[in-house]
């Protein structure tokens, strides 16, 4: 929210700049993102007197100015503006200045003639808004010449730009921040003038009706006003709207929007020519309405929106935006103004499903204190009659069954000084609090603390007490102390340390990290080709998503790493190799049960790879994990990868994960021509087989015996098979067994292929003989004959 200083001073008296403003008020709890200062950017520009004017003698549409900025010489500068005169005072820039947008001017000659600057105009120092401008600036025939432009104009005044977190609705306000800024400088503010008179005969309750029919409005507030003049408002308004953001459109809209931002409270003014039933219903829409708002646009209503309603049309949809059919226009001549208070949840709902938020709704949505409707609805009245704008009727229409009451609490001061770590004598405390408007008393070693409305929300427990005695007090007086618990020994669990290793796995195999949203769209599902009837389909919906894009929780990490792995591919990357550390979430079967969270680390990689280096990047996380009996098995099923070059990884008898090359039609539907591997591997079944005992034994004293074993087996015979064979024969003589070469040519039948190991032979308590070698050896030829039809080259 944007909070002009110049429009606090009407309330508080500051004596500081804007700048140490911001501090002290970011040091008491309220959060300054950013202070602008208005014409910061301007530099070295002033005021100038033009005491002559002659043509130029190269360009039919230039003059030659010589101008007096009360120095001892005239400058010259040439301009092609034809709205000044001699003697006219007009904003001047010099050569080396800096004007509106970080444009800087420097002097030089304009067909043949020196220029030693320009002049300016509104909108080149600013200040335009959002009227055309022609010509120059002319300033007041009293403005004293060479003064600096800022000085002139009053440009130096500061903006604070203030972000207001949800519980603090009353900041959102002129008088909220005043309140908030008296309390910090401990000076005392003022409220706005809400006295009015009473101009005209007639009441409005003679051609009036307000009916609410539904509790998500908390009360409803109206005040009529005639013989409306309809025209721009005066100068200081439009300039404080403008500071604060807001484009003034005329008198009666500007008051509406003017006491929306002093007082927090949103107003609407209807046009009484439109209101043909004089009938205000509040209601709720019907299903698929059609209602035009003020921005001219269709809207298409539910039943959970509430309206406000001419008896059976809609004329405004209820704290959000109003109608188009009975907007203030030119020749409006009766008004009623709509002071009101809705549910701040059903507003926020209504806003985000119609796409429609406001300054209105922005402030409905944090609940506002129903009590400020009467407040606002009184000072637009008394603006009103300050700027002559209308007659305000007799009577108010005010709706309002459940009246908000002031709150009260009892905090013990000892106790909130053991809770802060201070020593705040009582009275500092209740000083603190009653700066504040938080009524306070002293009541033994109590504070005794009234609670008014617009705080209700927001202090409801002794905690919340504390907090507002602590900032008041200064975050920056209390002292720092050690803190009083149990102090616990630092370092990280178990599966902290696993996480690290798999990731030092993951890194040193030459990957890199990738990070994903959780959320998804369930068009993935089918592009990562799972079946209609496949369990991953069954998500956990989210209910405020943030559009279809992002509507369920992820069953599966492919579709996200695929994602990655596009993205890459898009941007011309000729290699990939990323991974991932993230969450799927499956549906617990009780609706009413948190879903069931895996860790699941996921690789992807692409250009100049195969399906062995996938698998020895998932092969060295086991190894750090000191997992041994593991397997991979040939995998079909899965839709999303090739049939014959994926694999699915078990340890025992629990499912590990898949790994392989991603089917083409996968591929496809992302964009992408380059085989893609992608490996999905639950951690949390890893981590249940790690083995973090590191255990030590001594190099071999006896030396190996090495001999390779090449033979022809069928094409469907898997690698794995024959390791089995050769381990399980070769018992504990066998050191290892290394698959070093497949081969498939001329010299081999169609339908065979020749399988290489190298097979090492050694026992830890002395020298194998080669009788020895040989005898296993020969037994393992003989099993991988007789099991598979072996036949040694």
Same mark, same amino acid.
């Given at each position: 929210?944007?909070?002009?200083?110049?429009?606090?001073?009407?309330?508080?008296?500051?004596?500081?700049?804007?700048?140490?403003?911001?501090?002290?008020?970011?040091?008491?709890?309220?959060?300054?993102?950013?202070?602008?200062?208005? @014409?910061?950017?301007?530099?070295?520009?002033?005021?100038? +007197?033009?005491?002559?004017?002659?043509?130029?003698?190269?360009?039919?549409?230039?003059?030659?100015?010589?101008?007096?900025?009360?120095?001892?010489?005239?400058?010259?500068?040439?301009?092609?503006?034809?709205?000044?005169?001699? =003697? =006219?005072?007009?904003?001047?820039? !010099?050569?080396?200045?800096?004007?509106?947008?970080?444009?800087?001017?420097?002097?030089?000659?304009?067909?043949?003639?020196?220029?030693?600057?320009?002049?300016?105009?509104?909108?080149?120092?600013?200040?335009?808004?959002?009227?055309?401008?022609?010509?120059?600036?002319?300033?007041?025939?009293?403005?004293?010449?060479?003064?600096?432009?800022?000085?002139?104009?009053?440009?130096? &005044?500061?903006?604070?730009?203030?972000?207001?977190?949800?519980?603090?609705?009353?900041?959102?306000?002129?008088?909220?921040?005043?309140?908030?800024?008296?309390?910090?400088?401990?000076?005392?503010?003022?409220?706005?003038?809400? /006295?009015?008179?009473?101009?005209?005969?007639?009441?409005?309750?003679?051609?009036? +009706?307000?009916?609410?029919?539904?509790?998500?409005?908390?009360?409803?507030?109206?005040?009529?006003?005639?013989?409306?003049?309809?025209?721009?408002?005066?100068?200081?308004?439009?300039?404080?709207?403008?500071?604060?953001?807001?484009?003034?459109?005329?008198?009666?809209?500007?008051?509406t929007n003017f006491v929306m931002l002093e007082t927090g409270q949103p107003m609407h003014a209807y046009d009484t020519r439109y209101i043909q039933s004089n009938n205000i219903i509040v209601e709720r829409a019907e299903n698929r309405e059609k209602?035009?708002?003020?921005?001219?646009?269709?809207?298409?209503?539910?039943?959970?929106?509430?309206?406000?309603?001419?008896?059976?049309?809609?004329?405004?949809?209820?704290?959000?935006?109003? @109608?188009?059919?009975?907007?203030?226009?030119?020749?409006?001549?009766?008004?009623?103004?709509?002071?009101?208070?809705? =549910?701040?949840?059903?507003?926020?709902?209504?806003?985000? *499903?119609?796409?429609?938020?406001?300054?209105?709704?922005?402030?409905?949505?944090? =609940?506002?204190?129903? %009590?400020?409707?009467?407040?606002?609805?009184?000072?637009?009245?008394?603006?009103?009659?300050?700027?002559?704008?209308?007659?305000?009727?007799?009577?108010?229409?005010?709706?309002?069954?459940?009246?908000?009451?002031?709150?009260?609490?009892? $905090?013990?001061?000892?106790?909130?000084?053991?809770?802060?770590?201070?020593?705040?004598?009582?009275?500092?405390?209740?000083?603190?609090?009653?700066?504040?408007?938080?009524?306070?008393?002293?009541?033994?070693?109590?504070?005794?603390?009234?609670?008014?409305?617009?705080? &209700?929300?927001?202090?409801?427990?002794?905690?919340?007490?504390?907090?507002?005695?602590?900032?008041?007090?200064?975050?920056?007086?209390? #002292?720092?102390?050690?803190?009083?618990?149990?102090?616990?020994?630092?370092?990280?669990?178990?599966?902290?340390?696993?996480?690290?290793?798999?990731?030092?796995?993951?890194?040193?195999?030459?990957?890199?990290?990738?990070?994903?949203?959780?959320?998804?769209?369930?068009? $993935?599902?089918?592009?990562?080709?799972?079946?209609?009837?496949?369990?991953?389909?069954?998500?956990?919906?989210?209910? %405020?998503? !943030?559009?279809?894009?992002?509507?369920?929780?992820?069953?599966?990490?492919? #579709?996200?790493?695929?994602?990655?792995?596009?993205?890459?591919?898009?941007?011309?990357?000729?290699?990939?190799?990323?991974? /991932?550390?993230?969450?799927?979430?499956?549906?617990?079967?009780?609706? %009413? +049960?948190?879903?069931?969270?895996?860790?699941?680390?996921?690789?992807?990689?692409?250009?100049?790879?195969?399906?062995?280096?996938? +698998?020895?990047?998932?092969?060295?996380?086991?190894?750090?994990?000191?997992?041994?009996?593991?397997?991979?098995?040939?995998?079909?099923?899965?839709?999303?990868?090739?049939?014959? *070059?994926?694999?699915?990884?078990?340890?025992?008898?629990?499912?590990?994960?898949?790994?392989?090359?991603?089917?083409?039609?996968?591929?496809?539907?992302?964009?992408?021509?380059?085989?893609?591997?992608?490996?999905?591997?639950?951690?949390?079944?890893?981590?249940?087989?790690?083995?973090?005992?590191?255990?030590?034994?001594?190099?071999?004293?006896?030396?190996?015996?090495?001999?390779?074993?090449?033979?022809?087996?069928? /094409?469907?015979?898997?690698?794995?098979?024959?390791?089995?064979?050769?381990?399980?024969?070769?018992?504990n003589m066998v050191e290892r067994a290394k698959f070093f070469d497949v081969y498939r040519g001329k010299q081999v039948a169609e339908g065979k292929k020749s399988v290489a190991y190298s097979i090492s032979y050694r026992l830890e308590n002395r020298?194998?003989?080669?009788?020895?070698?040989? *005898?296993?050896?020969?037994?393992?030829?003989?099993?991988? /004959?007789?099991?598979?039809?072996?036949?040694?080259?």
């Open positions: 929210m944007k909070v002009p200083v110049n429009w606090l001073k009407d309330y508080v008296k500051i004596d500081i700049t804007g700048k140490e403003l911001g501090d002290k008020l970011t040091l008491s709890g309220s959060k300054v993102e950013e202070v602008i200062t208005t @014409g910061d950017e301007i530099q070295n520009v002033v005021t100038g +007197k033009i005491v002559k004017i002659e043509e130029h003698p190269h360009a039919d549409k230039l003059v030659v100015c010589q101008v007096d900025i009360g120095k001892d010489e005239l400058l010259q500068i040439i301009t092609a503006a034809t709205n000044m005169k001699e =003697d =006219d005072i007009v904003p001047v820039a !010099l050569h080396g200045s800096v004007i509106h947008g970080g444009v800087k001017i420097k002097k030089g000659k304009l067909r043949g003639i020196m220029s030693n600057g320009m002049f300016c105009s509104e909108e080149e120092l600013g200040i335009a808004g959002d009227k055309p401008v022609h010509g120059l600036m002319i300033l007041p025939v009293d403005t004293p010449i060479g003064e600096d432009i800022k000085d002139a104009l009053n440009m130096t &005044s500061s903006i604070l730009d203030f972000e207001i977190t949800s519980n603090r609705p009353d900041c959102l306000s002129i008088i909220g921040m005043a309140r908030e800024t008296a309390a910090t400088l401990n000076e005392s503010y003022k409220m706005p003038a809400l /006295e009015y008179e009473i101009s005209s005969s007639k009441y409005i309750n003679d051609g009036l +009706k307000v009916e609410v029919r539904d509790k998500l409005c908390r009360r409803y507030m109206a005040r009529g006003v005639e013989n409306v003049k309809i025209e721009e408002s005066p100068g200081w308004m439009q300039e404080r709207l403008l500071d604060a953001g807001v484009r003034p459109i005329n008198n009666i809209v500007d008051i209602f035009v708002t003020l921005d001219n646009e269709e809207r298409l209503l539910d039943k959970n929106v509430l309206t406000i309603r001419d008896g059976d049309r809609a004329i405004g949809i209820a704290g959000i935006m109003g @109608g188009l059919n009975s907007e203030i226009r030119e020749d409006t001549s009766s008004i009623v103004f709509e002071s009101a208070n809705f =549910d701040g949840t059903n507003i926020r709902i209504s806003s985000q *499903k119609l796409g429609l938020r406001t300054e209105a709704s922005a402030r409905f949505e944090k =609940d506002l204190d129903p %009590n400020l409707c009467e407040m606002a609805v009184d000072r637009a009245c008394y603006l009103i009659g300050k700027l002559n704008a209308g007659e305000v009727m007799k009577g108010t229409i005010d709706i309002y069954n459940e009246k908000i009451e002031p709150g009260s609490l009892r $905090v013990n001061y000892n106790w909130i000084n053991n809770f802060l770590g201070t020593k705040i004598p009582q009275d500092e405390m209740a000083e603190c609090l009653n700066r504040l408007e938080l009524n306070t008393k002293i009541e033994g070693e109590d504070l005794k603390i009234d609670v008014p409305t617009f705080r &209700s929300r927001d202090i409801k427990i002794k905690e919340d007490v504390a907090e507002e005695v602590a900032r008041i007090y200064g975050y920056d007086n209390i #002292p720092s102390t050690i803190i009083k618990s149990v102090s616990t020994r630092g370092g990280k669990n178990t599966k902290q340390k696993l996480d690290d290793e798999v990731l030092r796995a993951l890194t040193s195999s030459g990957l890199n990290q990738s990070i994903s949203y959780s959320f998804i769209s369930r068009k $993935v599902f089918d592009r990562i080709l799972l079946p209609k009837n496949s369990v991953l389909r069954n998500a956990v919906v989210i209910k %405020n998503p !943030l559009g279809e894009d992002y509507s369920i929780m992820r069953t599966t990490t492919i #579709p996200s790493m695929m994602e990655s792995l596009s993205r890459n591919y898009s941007r011309k990357n000729e290699l990939a190799r990323l991974f /991932e550390i993230g969450k799927v979430y499956i549906p617990n079967k009780d609706v %009413n +049960k948190l879903p069931q969270e895996k860790n699941i680390v996921t690789i992807g990689i692409y250009g100049k790879v195969n399906y062995f280096d996938l +698998k020895g990047i998932v092969e060295n996380i086991l190894e750090v994990l000191k997992i041994e009996r593991f397997s991979f098995e040939r995998e079909s099923g899965n839709p999303s990868f090739h049939p014959g *070059k994926t694999a699915s990884l078990y340890i025992k008898k629990d499912f590990i994960g898949v790994l392989g090359e991603i089917h083409p039609n996968v591929l496809d539907n992302y964009g992408v021509d380059e085989k893609c591997y992608i490996a999905e591997l639950d951690l949390d079944v890893l981590y249940k087989y790690a083995n973090w005992n590191k255990e030590y034994k001594p190099l071999p004293k006896f030396p190996a015996v090495t001999r390779d074993l090449a033979i022809l087996v069928d /094409e469907d015979v898997l690698v794995k098979e024959i390791e089995d064979v050769i381990k399980e024969q070769g018992g020298t194998l003989t080669d009788e020895e070698v040989n *005898k296993v050896h020969d037994r393992i030829l003989k099993a991988l /004959e007789h099991k598979f039809g072996a036949q040694l080259r």
